[in-house]
T-cell receptor, first 117, second 116 residues
Framework: AQTVTQSQPEMSVQEAETVTLSCTYDTSESDYYLFWYKQPPSRQMILVIRQEAYKQQNATENRFSVNFQKAAKSFSLKISDSQLGDAAMYFCAYRSPSSGSARQLTFGSGTQLTVLP | DAGITQSPRHKVTETGTPVTLRCHQT?????MYWYRQDPGHGLRLIHYSYGVKDTDKGEVSDGYSVSRSKTEDFLLTLESATSSQTSVYFC???????????????FGPGTRLLVL
């Protein structure tokens, strides 16, 4: 079974600075999807960014980018120019593309990000 | 997302009573999921559905049942609620929404359940 590990339960960053959240995963598959979701105090789960394992290029969405290291099974999220609205719990998630699977997501335990004014 | 709603949003119940949570989607997606969220665990899959009347168990299915009689509705039932089922429950659908990427799960707003 796949596992996803987020080793940083809490992190903080100064407004306008850059922060990197870590995620590692364990899988024997060669093709899969990885995601970062954001959960603000409202509890809504919001997709931040996703990466297909077969793509070597790291995904980017505005101030959010990933560092995908397939061999190391590492998928970190970099937030540039941090804003107060970025404060939230961030979850890393893995999804197998296998047709026989539920297409379910396996989540890490989350990293609580605080943005300091 | 407006395409996924959950009801009720909050519920307090007593141990031993049955509880049903409803997930409704307007996106006509085939796959629907129920997760629970607990501190230190992230989200864990309870059950999922891959079509009308087609459901299967997830990682933490004990004490839960589901039904899907229509594409748009996916019901989660706690037959006899226990305090260990106090949690936040999320419904999700898998597919493309509002021009976003395919093969992505989108979540409802969540239901906070307290079992006394």
């Amino acid at each position: 079974a796949q596992t996803v590990t987020q080793s940083q339960p809490e992190m903080s960053v100064q407004e306008a600075e850059t922060v990197t959240l870590s995620c590692t995963y364990d899988t024997s598959e060669s093709d899969y999807y990885l995601f970062w979701y954001k959960q603000p105090p409202s509890r809504q789960m919001i997709l931040v960014i996703r990466q297909e394992a077969y793509k070597q290029q790291n995904a980017t969405e505005n101030r959010f980018s990933v560092n995908f290291q397939k061999a190391a099974k590492s998928f970190s999220l970099k937030i540039s120019d941090s804003q107060l609205g970025d404060a939230a719990m961030y979850f890393c998630a893995y999804r197998s593309p296998s047709s026989g699977s539920a297409r379910q997501l396996t989540f890490g335990s989350g990293t609580q990000l605080t943005v300091l004014p | 997302d407006a395409g996924i709603t959950q009801s009720p949003r909050h519920k307090v119940t007593e141990t031993g009573t049955p509880v049903t949570l409803r997930c409704h989607q307007t996106e006509n997606h085939r796959y629907m999921y129920w997760y629970r969220q607990d501190p230190g665990h992230g989200l864990r899959l309870i059950h999922y559905s891959y079509g009308v009347k087609d459901t299967d168990k997830g990682e933490v299915s004990d004490g839960y049942s589901v039904s899907r009689s229509k594409t748009e509705d996916f019901l989660l039932t706690l037959e006899s609620a226990t305090s260990s089922q106090t949690s936040v429950y999320f419904c999700a659908i898998s597919g493309r929404m509002a021009g976003g990427p395919a093969e992505t799960q989108y979540f409802g707003p969540g239901t906070r359940l307290l079992v006394l």
